[in-house]
């Protein structure tokens, strides 16, 4: 910036001061230039036509002396005068060397002509402002000179005169007698007739001065007066020219006119003048070639109109002419002075220059400005700065530490999402994957294309025994046993997750065909041929397998494990322990099941559900003992549904803990409003369900039900399946011992399917043996003796238990049972479940 400023600055001054070189030192003068004015220095036509010579004179390269002189022969025509300027000539220029003369007007002429010899060197002699009579008289036997003519051009003023005036009719010419007078007042008649005939001329030669100023006075519109050579009078006498025409103009009411150039400012208006700076100009160049070696006399002198049309601007206002009307190419002079229009050139310059400065200027001080303000925010910025370093400095250290600890931070975080990555798709039990790296595989894989291969869903049985007996720890343990040994015939590319609980998944692209399918469930299911030690037990667990095939029995993860959950369920229901391939027909059945538990608890609430009694006869006493709870589902929507098709799923979805509860306090209820309407002490026969049993505080609900109701506990009796027993026997024996303690019957129901050996029974605190229907069934007649049922009667007998017999149906099979001590006896031989008010009816007829 500051360099380009002083650039600029530099510019400007080298600009304002441009002056013109100081010129070299004169060359040695060639010659000597001699100009000789007949009239005065201040006479105007003089100067103009010495500032003539002169110009011409600077146009060329070389260097003359130029002396000038002046006769002062108009304001001092005598002989006197003349002597003296001789004398004085005579002084200066005897040893002078004078290579040229250049003479303005006669008197000049005629004294060069006379004593160029003795004066001047004999130089020859350029003259100018002479006419033809002039010269002819003033050079009479003359040689070795040249010159310009003066030629007067009236014919040009008079055309001017009427260009300005058409009317003009009348034209009154002023000059004298002498000569030249006359000579010019013939060239002023000869051109007003060339012009036009009838234009009326008077020549005032006559006239004495003041008669033509009262002439004139008098003239009337269509006139114009043109003065020419008018210096002496009639008398003779000398007349002042210019105070003349002052004079004239003051009289008269047209237009003055003229011929020369000098008269201008004197009042005339103008005309086509001849010029003193033309005729010096010519006459400075006639010089010039002398001096550059031509011959005077070798040159003609010139014959040329050094005229310019000229009118004097003042009288132009006094006559009202517009500039416009004067003929093309007037110059108007005397304008008054507008320094503008005289010093346009050099006001536009240093107006420029002023405008420049100025601006200059005022950038300067912008500038100077703009650097102040920046030096102060320069200031300011560095001492922020220093500030700032200091505490930038400080935190250098600070960040350091910051740094290291980010970048600890950082590997943390890598670590973490690495760990994080891990944890989310794995189990964090087993170590195996979970489901949503399952999901995310499949993804990649299965809708990439048509894979092919299979599917295992694996569920443990009856884990949950093992985790409510065991402990939540032996659990544990059995389910990464469990892991590691289906990791054992996992292959690379193959998929082991737990889905959770004890549900394990196996995916696998190897596996093309059903054949294969087969082979490696039974490999799998041989791997729990072999009992886990876990908790210094050896458990046995067996697996239920469901399997699928894709593409063909799903696309995509949820409806492959979905499909893979009905075929394990499959197996559940057919005993456990097994493999089943899906089938589509299981998906009605699914349906089926969906259907039924999403009507539950609408069920439950609006008491489409309803308790069946059927009557349980004491053979000993023949009386009614007591009655069996028998749930009873009419479903608006689903229809009749029996028990054995909705239990097992409300077991699976866990709402038999609701239902269970409502139908041991609706049975409860009913028992003892009944016994206590009919004075009667009936027992009530409850079937519980081993998820109930499984509940911590199913012994609590029990009582609490009790003793909401008022029934003597010994007048309940709970039925309990006899596999549910061997199953989960120590945490369910607790809970039954605990409600034997306050007098609750149980039973043991189904007795003689779970196979259990009867000494086991013996450590069971039950009451009850109830006889399965398929050996009631299996008695023919009263003499078989091929049927179990008098064993178990004999050995229950014997553990003091009662004895039910159920599903009796004919004479015979009671007959049997009677013979061999059966107890109680329950079958359609009797009743088949009533409702309460049929039951009420058969008891009456009882
Ligand atoms: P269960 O406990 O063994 O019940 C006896 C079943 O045998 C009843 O079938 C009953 O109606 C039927 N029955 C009784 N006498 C005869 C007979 O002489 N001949 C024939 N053919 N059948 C006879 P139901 O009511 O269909 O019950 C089937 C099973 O559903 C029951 O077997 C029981 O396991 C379950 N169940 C029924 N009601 C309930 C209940 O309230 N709670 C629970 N947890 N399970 C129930
Ligand atoms: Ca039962
Ligand atoms: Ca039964």
Known sequence: MMKKLSFLLLLMLIFIFRTPLPALADEPEDGNILILNSYYRGFTWTDDEVDGILSSMSEQKWDYQISIEYMDWKRYPTQENLRNFYNMMKMKYASKDIDVIVCTDDAAFQFALTYRKELFSNAPVVFSGINTEGLVQIAKGQDNYTGVMEKINPEGTIRAALAINPKIRNIYLVYDNTESGLSTGKLC????????????????????????????????????????????????????????????????????????????????????????????????????????????????????????????YPMLKHFGISESSLPSGSKVVNAPFSFFETYKKLVITVSLIFAFMVSFTVLLLFYIKRIKIMQKKLEENNEELSQLYEKLAASEEELRLQYSKVTEANEKLEEYSATLYYRSHHDALTGLYNRLYLSEEIEKHLYKGAEEGALYFIDLDNFKYVNDSLGHNAGDELLKAISSRLMSVSTKNDILVRLGGDEFVYYTNEIKNKDAAEQFALKILDLFTIPFPISNNMLSVTASIGVVMFPEDGQDLDTLLRNADMAMYKVKEKGKKGYRFFHNLFKEEFLERIHIENYFKKALDEQEFQLFYQPQINVNADSIDGFEALIRWDSPELGYLPPLKFIPIAEENGFIITLGEWILRTSCIYIKMLNDRIQANYKISVNISVIQLLQDDFANIVKNILEKTGLDASLLELEITESVIMESAKVITKKIAELREIGVRIALDDFGTGYSSLSYVKSLPITTLKIDKIFVDDIKNSDSNTNVTDTIIDLGHKMELTIIAEGVETEAQLAYLIENGCDVIQGYLYSKPLPEKELEKWICNF
């Open 189 to 312: 008649r000869d051109a007003a007739t060339k012009i036009d005939k009838n234009l009326n001329v008077v020549a005032l030669n006559d006239y004495k001065s003041d008669s033509i100023l009262n002439f004139v006075s008098d003239v009337d519109k269509n006139s114009m007066v043109l003065v020419t050579t008018f210096f002496t009078d009639t008398d003779g006498s000398n007349i002042d020219h210019e105070l003349f025409c002052e004079k004239l103009s003051m009289v008269s009411n047209v237009p003055i006119y003229h011929l020369y150039d000098f008269a201008m400012g004197s009042g005339i208006l103008g005309g086509n003048l001849i010029i003193g700076g033309l005729q010096g100009e010519e006459a400075g160049k006639l010089a010039v070639r002398i001096l550059n070696g031509e011959k005077a006399s070798s040159i003609k002198p010139i014959e040329m109109y050094t005229n310019q049309l000229t009118f004097d």
